[in-house]
């Protein structure tokens, strides 16, 4: 007998989400509390499993398969969590931690792989072979799915252009290099940046719905487009996908589908680029989405 329900845990930087789907694909159930990462990984994982008990429960504690979606990826040589910004929980065999306090197993992947394929198989990137779907939020992480599958790659880091350095003598990321694209265009990286050039506490969402009169954040306005553009263009240049898809918090941005846009299509290594460049039609709960979708995987 086939499973019928299939749970998702998103595990992001600032927010922990739950989803439950049916065999159909419909969402039943979805709530979410705040991550609270300052508090340690034991209060993760209290968030988590209170998410999950609620979930169970309303499916009236029904087989399922169970999918969680995470910052950075599973060590294939030590199976502990590598790469996430969620500090606290790098070096910690997330794995089994979880499956010992829920009690079932659980599929863990890279929640940018995640959002990636909620939007290749339900969202914008439906009927697109070749789909990259990228993540503007936190952090900035990215996913590749090919033919309905997660590329994930020999060591597991396909598609982390967050990493890819892009300015040798830029900021300083937390992974140990300089000038990652990180650093510049997610919210964490455009906030910080804003406040290391103007002294100024300024949110990313504010930063981008404030008419800007202080030519310094102008110009660190220009900037951003430009990070931008060569970073999606020096990876639409190497991959060649058929759709860029793009979520997280900022992708609600709407001038980055024109002036951030027009800066990826000026350094595109073609006459005429054709690259979609979309934003995300399952909204802030593609990652949860995905993550109920891998562990729906585990049963076909």
């Not at 090919?146 to 300015?167: K, P």
């Not at 006459?271 to 585990?298: F, Y």
Request: charge should be neutral; hydrophobic fraction near 35%; proline fraction near 3%.
């Amino acid at each position: 007998m086939s499973t019928h329900y299939h749970i998702g845990i998103d595990l992001g930087g600032t927010k922990i989400e739950v989803v439950i789907l049916n065999s159909q694909e419909k969402i039943l159930f979805r709530e979410r509390l705040l991550t609270e990462a300052n508090l340690g990984s034991e209060h993760i994982f209290k968030q988590i499993h209170s998410l999950y008990k609620k979930a169970v429960v309303s499916i009236q504690n029904k087989t399922h398969t169970l999918g969680l979606g995470t910052p950075g990826s599973i060590s294939q040589k030590t199976h502990l969590l590598k790469n996430s910004n969620t500090l606290c929980l790098n070096g910690l065999p997330l794995q089994s931690i979880l499956e010992d306090k829920l009690a079932h197993n659980v599929a863990i992947e890279n929640d940018a792989n995640c959002f990636a394929l909620a939007e290749a198989l339900m969202g914008s990137g439906r009927g697109y072979p070749f789909v990259f779907g990228v993540i503007l939020g936190t952090g900035c992480g990215g996913g590749i799915v090919f033919d309905g599958n997660i590329r994930q790659g020999a060591q597991n880091i396909a598609g982390e252009w967050g990493h890819m350095v892009i300015d040798p003598q830029g900021p300083r990321c937390y992974c140990g290099a300089n000038g990652c694209v990180e650093s510049f265009i997610s919210g964490g990286g455009l906030e910080k940046r804003i406040q290391d050039k103007t002294g100024r506490k300024i949110s990313a969402i504010d930063f981008f719905n404030t008419p800007l009169k202080d030519e310094s954040l102008k110009k660190i306005k220009q900037d951003f487009y430009a990070r931008f553009g060569q970073a999606l263009a020096n990876l639409i240049n190497i991959l060649d996908p058929d759709i860029v898809v793009l979520g997280g918090g900022l992708s609600n941005e709407k001038s980055l589908y024109k002036e951030g846009i027009n800066e990826v299509y000026a350094r595109i290594f073609n006459d005429v680029p054709t690259t979609p460049i979309v934003k995300n039609m399952l909204g802030d709960s593609s990652g949860v989405v995905g993550a109920a979708l891998v562990g729906q995987k585990l049963t076909q």
